[in-house]
């Protein structure tokens, strides 16, 4: 699968937007890009994912560039429960490999006060 | 309520002992996945199953087995075999045909001594 690139850590004031970047130069042109989060100790959430058009739903907003080589999470408001590990990857699509994710170690947002 | 479960939530085993992680779900969906979390890095992906009655190794099968006889269970077993079982184990599952998002369950943290 695409092998994508994210940020260690960042940090978001609570009210403001988080804007979470992941680099996946080696995308092909059908293979879907996916967002997961997950709070300490819990199972990891899916929060978004995308083709090539933006896409918007109730927790996020996921922008991805013309070139499909990279995108963007928005979190228009964070709130101090945003805080988490959010990962971006990229599934392969072939039928014997198809859901078979590689989850790198994410971006740590933490949302401060 | 429709959703994935993991039990127990803790597990305490001596070292030499095989154990079995338990993973249901009630989504009807066709592939579960399983996955190893160690403190502070992101999900390695042990073994998956795209339909019942067959399964594929991971990036970290070794030492553990798993199982599906029916489209509802992937039950994990961390055998003897496997060097370092102490981890936090997640499973997941996903519905393949409509989009691939991967659901996952609160996690078993395993500890051998």
């Known amino acids: 699968d695409a092998k994508t690139t994210q940020p260690t850590s960042m940090d978001c004031a609570e009210g403001r937007a988080a804007n979470l970047p992941c680099n996946h130069s080696?995308?092909?042109?059908?293979?879907?890009v996916y967002w997961y989060r997950q709070i300490h100790s819990q199972g990891p959430q899916y929060i978004i994912h995308g083709l090539k058009n933006n896409e918007t739903n109730e927790m996020a907003s996921l922008i991805i560039t013309e070139d499909r080589k990279s995108s963007t999470l928005i979190l228009p408001h964070a709130t101090l429960r945003d805080t988490a590990v959010y990962y971006c990857i990229v599934p392969p699509l072939y039928n014997t490999n198809a859901g078979k994710s590689t989850f790198g170690d994410g971006t740590t947002l933490t949302v401060k006060p | 309520d429709g959703g994935i479960t993991q039990s127990p939530k803790y597990l305490f085993r001596k070292e030499g002992q095989n154990v079995t992680l338990s993973c249901e779900q009630n989504?009807?969906?066709?592939?579960m996945y399983w996955y190893r979390q160690d403190p502070g890095q992101g999900l390695r992906l042990i073994y998956y199953s795209q339909i019942v009655n067959d399964f594929q190794k991971g990036d970290i099968a070794e030492g553990y087995s798993v199982s599906r006889e029916k489209k509802e269970s992937f039950p994990l077993t961390v055998t003897s075999a496997q060097k370092n079982p102490t981890a936090f184990y997640l499973c997941a599952s996903s519905n393949l045909r409509t989009g691939g998002e991967q659901y996952f369950g609160p996690g078993t943290r395993l500890t051998v001594t």
């Open positions: 989504l009807n969906h066709d592939a």
């Open positions: 080696t995308i092909s042109g059908n293979e879907y």
